[in-house]
């Protein structure tokens, strides 16, 4: 290791948050600190992706979401091994699995800084023993870890509220996200008229339809249900579309039947499903809605801010602190239809509102969630941990 280098490993899951909400994070890293990737890569062109950017290392870890008691164990074990011989300073985790099964294999290593990063709570919409259990990994990796960042102050202060970890463990990187806003990638500017025409007709949308666009997994604790109820009474006296942006669940948290028939065959609902690209469908949308139960801190309401585009959402641990409202957008109470629609219809009626709060939305962004800004403020941190 170089001097003043230190030899971090970073683990999460699934590849695929290490190619979009780490992507500019993990390269940024890796000039500073000599990096390793850890996560399940069988089948994944990820690891070969980041593995070809220069210094950048990747090991493939066998972890899955799902609660598997057994193989959990071997991937605690097989990570702890792996952390020992190559004898990292850091090891820093995210989302829930991959912290439990990274803190404690740190621990087993004796690891000397160990961190994990919150990005929301999944037991907060559970019940029963599901949420107890859930509940209890935060607290175990919120034991297990040396240092713990939140994505959202809200988050922080709701993990402390709730006993499951000390406030003198945990702390915000700067003014919150996990990773900030590509402000290039996310540019209206770069979408000349012609080209937001031309997909607005590849969709299937009227040019005077306004588009109310939602980003994300299409599922129940996304606040689809209350979405699609809302719309289905704005549709009748408004000129709307609505537009959702990304994969509809139908194994994880499924949305009822009578929700799933109507954006199937309803003709003022277009669906994209997956899309690598997002600020191109916000580059035609006029309203943003993300109607949530929960999120860490909501960072696709800072995206759509930066393209310009204003934001209704929910009152909810991290997106109160993505949207400011009245300023960036409009929040409403969590699965509150009425409110929801009452909401939109306010934006859908006025374009001045919108593009005010459009436009601070886009400003807010430039100087409070530049990526190369969060990203240099997590790189920072780890010197901060030695």
């Known amino acids: 290791m170089t001097a003043n280098r230190l030899k971090i490993c970073r683990v999460v899951t699934v590849p695929i948050t290490f190619e979009t909400l780490l992507h500019d994070q993990v390269l940024t890293v890796a000039t500073q600190h000599d990096l390793t ?9 990820v690891g070969d992706y980041f593995a070809s950017k220069g210094p950048l290392k990747t090991w493939q870890l ?3 979401r799902q609660i598997s008691p057994l193989n959990d164990l071997k991937a605690v074990l097989a990570l702890a091994r792996f952390l020992r011989q190559q004898q990292f300073d850091v090891v820093h985790s995210s989302t829930p699995k991959a912290g439990l099964v990274a803190m404690l294999a740190g621990v087993l290593a004796r690891i000397p800084t160990r961190v994990h990063t919150y990005t929301g709570q999944v037991w907060m919409t559970a019940t029963g023993v599901l949420r107890q259990i859930m509940r209890t990994v935060d607290w175990l990796i919120g034991q297990a870890a ?3 960042y939140a994505d959202s102050a809200s988050q922080r202060q709701g ?3 709730e006993g499951l970890v000390r406030a003198a463990k945990i702390d915000v990187i700067g003014p919150g996200s996990i990773s900030g806003v590509n402000l290039k990638r996310f540019d209206p500017s770069q979408f000349s008229i012609e080209d937001r025409q031309r997909l607005r007709s590849q969709l299937g949308i009227d040019p005077n339809q306004v588009v109310i666009a939602f980003v994300g997994r299409v599922v129940r604790d996304k606040g689809i ?3 699609v109820q809302a719309f289905e009474q704005l549709q009748h006296r408004l000129s709307v579309t609505l537009l959702l942006i990304g994969p ?3 194994v994880r948290d499924q949305l009822p039947d009578s929700v799933l028939i109507f954006i ?3 003709a003022n609902v277009v669906r994209t499903g997956f899309v690598s690209d997002p600020e191109t469908y916000l580059s035609i949308s006029d309203i943003f809605c993300i109607p949530s139960y929960r999120e860490g801190f909501g960072s696709v309401a800072i995206e759509a801010g930066a393209m310009g585009v204003p934001v209704v959402g929910t009152a909810v641990t991290g997106l109160v602190d993505a949207i400011v409202d009245g300023e960036t957008g409009v929040v409403v109470p969590a699965q509150d239809v009425s409110a929801l629609q009452n909401a939109l219809a306010k934006l859908v009626e006025d374009v001045e509102l919108r593009g005010k709060l459009g436009s601070a939305g886009r400003r807010r962004a430039e100087t409070e969630f530049a990526a190369e800004t969060i990203n240099q403020f997590v790189s920072d941190a780890y010197d901060t941990l030695r």
């Open 37 to 45: 990737l850890v996560c399940n890569f069988e089948g994944s062109t």
């Open 62 to 64: 066998d972890i899955s």
């Open 146 to 148: 040396t240092h713990l």
């Open 159 to 161: 993990l402390i509220d």
């Open 225 to 227: 249900v209350e979405l």
């Open 248 to 250: 509809v669940e139908v």
């Open 264 to 266: 199937e065959t309803n």
